[in-house]
C-alpha cells in the first residue's frame, strides 16, 4: 500500500469514532441495552430458587404451594426469552442501521477521493472497504457488545448475589483478579499486531484477485496462468499462517483465563464446604453459593473470547476509516459557470508532477474559438492527455492559466467546470443497466431525446433489433455490446449531455473502419456547433480540423491547418509520412498534397 494512506489510529480512536456513529441511534441502543440487562438480572433468580427450593420446599410442615413452582420457572424463563429476543432484535437493527452510515459516508467519500489516492485503492479493494469491512466488522462489534453486556452484567449480578450469600468467601475470589489482568493484557498485544498483518494479508490478496478478473484478457493472452496462480497461492499462503498464529494466540487466552479462574473456584469451594460442614451454613446456602459460582465462570469465559473478535473486527473497521479519511480532490474553484461558449484560452501554461525530472506542460499558449475543431497530435508523453487533464480540472497548474469564456479555471468550481465537457475516450466504460440508463446517466430521463441522440450515434437500429428496446440490458461495462457499439452508446451518452465542450480521446483507435465512420460522421455533424477537441495518433481523423497542436516535450511545437502543416514538411510532416509508410510498407510515402 502507497504512503499516501493515512496513519493508522490506536484501537481506541477507532471505536471513539465508531460511537460518533452508534450516538445517532442511541434510543436504539439504550433500549436493546435495557432488554439486556433485564434478562442478566433473572439469571441471580435461578440459583435463588433452588435456594428456596431446598430450604423450605422439602419440608412436610411448610405450606409451600407445590403448583407455585412450575408456573414460576416456567413464567421466568419466558421473560427470559422474550427480554433477550427483544434485546437481540434491537441490537441487530441499531447496528444495521450503522452500517448503513458508514456505508453511505464511504461511497461519499470514494465519489470525491483526490485521484492520487486510486494509487493504490484498486476497484477489489475499494469494494472489499465499502462493502465488506463495514457489515462484517460492525456486526462483529455489534454481536460481541451483546455478548459483553450480557457476560459482564451477568457476572455483575452473580457476584452481587454471591457477596449477598458469603462476603468473605466473595472477596477472597478477588485476589486472582490482578494475575487474570495481566495474562488478558499480554495476549491482547499479541493478537493485534498479529491481526493487523492479517488484514493488510487480505487486502493484497484482494488485489491479487482483483487482478486477475480484471484483466484476464491479458492473462490469457501472456498465458501467465502459472504466474497468477503462484501470485495468489504465496499470499494466501502468507494470510493462512497469520490466521493460524491470530488463532493460536487467541485460543491461548481461554485456557490460561480458565486456570486462573479454576485457581479461585477452587479455593474459595474448599473453604464453602469447610463453612458447611461447621455448621455455618445451610444446605440451600451451600448449593445457591455453588450454583452462583460455577455459573459466573461462563460469562468470564464468553468475555475472552469476545475480546480476540472485538479486537479484529476494529482492524477492519479502521480500514473503512482509512477511506472515509482519504484527502479530497482539491478544488479552489468559488464561482459556477451557469452557462459555456465553449471559449478555450490557454496562457503560458505550465503543470509539473511530483519527482518528474521535467514539466509534463511546459509554457504551453493556445487560443481555441466556439464552435471551431482543433487537434492535440504527438507522440506518447508529449503532453496531449495532461492538457486535457487540465482542462477538465484533474491537474493543478503550476504556472499560467486557462481561461473557460473569459474565467479562470481556478476559479470554477470543479462540478460546474465539468458540466460544460462531454469526454468520449478508447477506454469505454458503461454501467450495468438498461441501454436507457446509460445514455441518461445521472440525467432527467426524456425518451425522446434519447432516440434522437441513439439514431445521431447510430445505434437505434441496433436498439430497435433487440427484445426490450430501450430497456434491453447492456452487462457488466457493455459486455452484451461489441467494441463499436459500445463506443457508439458512449457517443449517445455525450450527446445527451450537451456540452459546450467535446473531447474525442483516442475515440477511434481501438475501433474496425465501420465504427471509426460512425465516429468521424458524429464529429462532423458537431462541427461548427460545439467546440471539440481531438486527442489522436491515427492522424486520418484530424485532416479536417480547423486547427492541429503538435505537441513535443511538453511544448506545441506546431500548429496549423493539415495543408499547412504538411507544406512545412516538419514534425507533423514525418507523422504523416510514417504513417503511410506503416498503411503501405515497402512502398516509398511522398507528402501528401
Not at 461511497?107 to 476497484?123: H, N, Q, R
Not at 486456570?259 to 479455593?267: H, K, N, R, T
Not at 490557454?346 to 509554457?363: K, T
Request: with cysteine; net charge neutral.
Amino acid at each position: 500500500m502507497s504512503t499516501e494512506t493515512p496513519a493508522q489510529p490506536s484501537h481506541r480512536d477507532t471505536l471513539r469514532r465508531l460511537l460518533t456513529y452508534v450516538a445517532q441511534h442511541k434510543a436504539r441502543y439504550i433500549a436493546a441495552i435495557v432488554a439486556l440487562l433485564m434478562t442478566s438480572a433473572i439469571e441471580p433468580l435461578i440459583p435463588a430458587l433452588f435456594k428456596k427450593l431446598l430450604d423450605s420446599g422439602f419440608q412436610a410442615a411448610d405450606s409451600f404451594p407445590i403448583w407455585i413452582v412450575p408456573v414460576v420457572v416456567i413464567l421466568l424463563f419466558a421473560v427470559r426469552g422474550l427480554t433477550t429476543f427483544a434485546g437481540t432484535y434491537l441490537m441487530a437493527d441499531a447496528s444495521s442501521r450503522v452500517v448503513y452510515d458508514v456505508r453511505r459516508d464511504l461511497m461519499g467519500s470514494l465519489l470525491k477521493v483526490d485521484a492520487k489516492v486510486f494509487g493504490w485503492l484498486t476497484p477489489g479493494l475499494a469494494v472489499s472497504k465499502t462493502i465488506n469491512d463495514p457489515q462484517g466488522s460492525i456486526t462483529t462489534l455489534s454481536n460481541n457488545f451483546n455478548t459483553l453486556l450480557r457476560a459482564s452484567s451477568t457476572f455483575l449480578f452473580l457476584f452481587g448475589y454471591l457477596l449477598y450469600l458469603n462476603f468473605q468467601l466473595t472477596i477472597l475470589a478477588m485476589v486472582t483478579v490482578p494475575l487474570m489482568i495481566f495474562v488478558v493484557r499480554r495476549l491482547h498485544k499479541r493478537v493485534s499486531a498479529v491481526g493487523s498483518l492479517e488484514y493488510e494479508s487480505q487486502q493484497r490478496l484482494v488485489n491479487i484477485v482483483d487482478d486477475a478478473a480484471r484483466a484476464w484478457r491479458i492473462v490469457r493472452t501472456f498465458d501467465a496462468h502459472a504466474f497468477e496462480r503462484g501470485r495468489f497461492e504465496s499470499e494466501a499462503w502468507t494470510l493462512r499462517r497469520l490466521m493460524v498464529k491470530r488463532i493460536a494466540s487467541s485460543a491461548l487466552l481461554t485456557p490460561a483465563t480458565q486456570i486462573v479462574s479454576a485457581l479461585a473456584v477452587s479455593i474459595i469451594l474448599s473453604l464453602a464446604l469447610w463453612q458447611a460442614r461447621n455448621g455455618e451454613a445451610s444446605v440451600g446456602d451451600f448449593v445457591a453459593f455453588l450454583t452462583a459460582l460455577l455459573m459466573t465462570i461462563s460469562p468470564l469465559k464468553q468475555l475472552t473470547d469476545v475480546s480476540q473478535s472485538f479486537i479484529h473486527s476494529l482492524i477492519g473497521l479502521r480500514g473503512a476509516f482509512d477511506l472515509i479519511d482519504a484527502p479530497e480532490e482539491p478544488d479552489p474553484g468559488s464561482r459556477d459557470l451557469p452557462a459555456c461558449r465553449g471559449d478555450i484560452d490557454v496562457r503560458a501554461l505550465e503543470v509539473c508532477y511530483p519527482d518528474s525530472p521535467r514539466p509534463a506542460i511546459d509554457g504551453v499558449s493556445m487560443a481555441i474559438r466556439p464552435g471551431q475543431t482543433v487537434a492535440f497530435v504527438g507522440a506518447s508523453g508529449a503532453g496531449k492527455t495532461t492538457m486535457v487533464s487540465t482542462l477538465l480540472g484533474f491537474v493543478q497548474p503550476t504556472g499560467g492559466d486557462v481561461l473557460i469564456d473569459g474565467v479562470s479555471i481556478q476559479d470554477i468550481r470543479r462540478p460546474s467546470l465539468r458540466r460544460h465537457f462531454a469526454v468520449v475516450s478508447q477506454d469505454i466504460v458503461l454501467f450495468d443497466g438498461s441501454i436507457a440508463a446509460n445514455v441518461t446517466y445521472a440525467q432527467p430521463r426524456d425518451d425522446a431525446r434519447v432516440v434522437a441522440c441513439l439514431k445521431a450515434a447510430n445505434l437505434w437500429s441496433f436498439v430497435e433489433q433487440q427484445p426490450d428496446g430501450l430497456e434491453s440490458v447492456i452487462g457488466v461495462n457493455g459486455s452484451r455490446l461489441s467494441g463499436g457499439q459500445r463506443q457508439r452508446l458512449a457517443i449517445a451518452r455525450a450527446l445527451y449531455k450537451d456540452s459546450a465542450v467535446w473531447i474525442f480521446d483516442e475515440a477511434t483507435s481501438a475501433l474496425d473502419a465501420e465504427s471509426e465512420r460512425v465516429v468521424q460522421q458524429s464529429i462532423e455533424q458537431l462541427s461548427g456547433q460545439k467546440t471539440i477537441i481531438l486527442i489522436a495518433h491515427r492522424l486520418s481523423t484530424v485532416r479536417r480540423a480547423d486547427r492541429i497542436f503538435v505537441f513535443g516535450d511538453g511544448r506545441v511545437v506546431e500548429s496549423g491547418t493539415h495543408e499547412g502543416l504538411i507544406a512545412q514538411r516538419g514534425v507533423y510532416a514525418d507523422m504523416v509520412r510514417a504513417q503511410s509508410l506503416e498503411t503501405n510498407p515497402g512502398q516509398t510515402a511522398p507528402l501528401p498534397d
